[in-house]
């Protein structure tokens, strides 16, 4: 099945600087990744999202490019602020799962901002 | 809108018991899918309930089951219950019967087996 690597486990940051999550996966099929970010004891919440026939797509401080070629997509937070720290998920659709929403998880990243 | 809501939030229970955990979904969100969520083992994909039926079960064993009603409120339930079984169970709804639509998640029922 789809297996999703996020890295590095822990980003530490000084706020205003950018912090950059790099997750890959295996399916070259899969064509559907979503980020979550997830603050202590909160449930996951969807932040950005591409499909695969985009390569880049920002919201305001928040970025996430796709390579299809080497099968990794990354986050891209800017001008970091003391609310951003949390744990950030990936996931992809792995492509067997075509026609429903099953998502496999990377492992999360815990991103600390530092005042 | 209200969000995606789950009961209980907490619940402690001793092992060979079971249990049922519920989700409601957003307003006329009629996919649910349910997510365990451990320190280890990170969010691994249960099963997805659409129109009252499973579309897909990730790889758990037989103990661990789910149905969905015709207003697409769902439950899972536990039975059997082991220690490993310890985790938080999220549920997240989606909009519509296609594939990769946004989900939303629930805030999650706690479950501690002792």
């Known amino acids: 099945g789809e297996n999703v690597e996020q890295h590095p486990s822990t980003l530490s940051v000084q706020e205003g600087d950018s912090a950059v999550i790099k997750c890959t996966y295996s399916?070259?099929?899969?064509?559907?990744f979503p980020w979550y970010k997830q603050e202590l004891g909160k449930r996951p919440q969807l932040i950005i999202d591409?499909?695969?026939?985009?390569g880049e797509k920002k919201d305001q401080r928040i970025a996430v490019t796709l390579n299809k070629t080497a099968k990794h997509f990354s986050l891209h937070i800017t001008e970091t602020q003391p609310e951003d720290s949390a744990v950030y998920f990936c996931?992809?659709?792995?492509?067997?799962?075509?026609?429903?929403?099953?998502?496999?998880f990377g492992k999360g990243n815990q991103v600390v901002v530092i005042p | 809108k209200a969000g995606v809501t789950q009961t209980p939030r907490y619940l402690i229970k001793t092992r060979g018991q079971q249990v049922t955990l519920s989700c409601s979904p957003i307003?006329?969100?009629?996919?649910v899918s349910w997510y365990q969520q451990t320190p280890g083992q990170g969010l691994q994909f249960l099963f997805e309930?659409?129109?009252?039926?499973?579309?897909n079960k990730g790889n758990f064993p037989g103990r661990f089951s789910g149905r969905q009603f015709s207003n697409s409120r769902s439950e899972m339930n536990v039975s059997t219950l082991e220690l490993g079984d310890s985790a938080l169970y999220l549920c997240?709804?989606?909009?519509?019967?296609?594939?990769?639509?946004?989900?939303?998640f629930g805030p999650g029922t706690r479950l501690t087996v002792l």
């Open positions: 997240a709804s989606s909009l519509a019967g296609g594939a990769n639509n946004e989900q939303f």
């Open positions: 399916d070259s099929a899969s064509n559907y």
């Open positions: 591409i499909r695969s026939n985009v």
């Open positions: 996931a992809a659709t792995p492509s067997k799962n075509y026609g429903n929403n099953r998502l496999a």
């Open positions: 307003s006329g969100h009629r996919s």
């Open positions: 309930y659409f129109s009252e039926t499973q579309r």
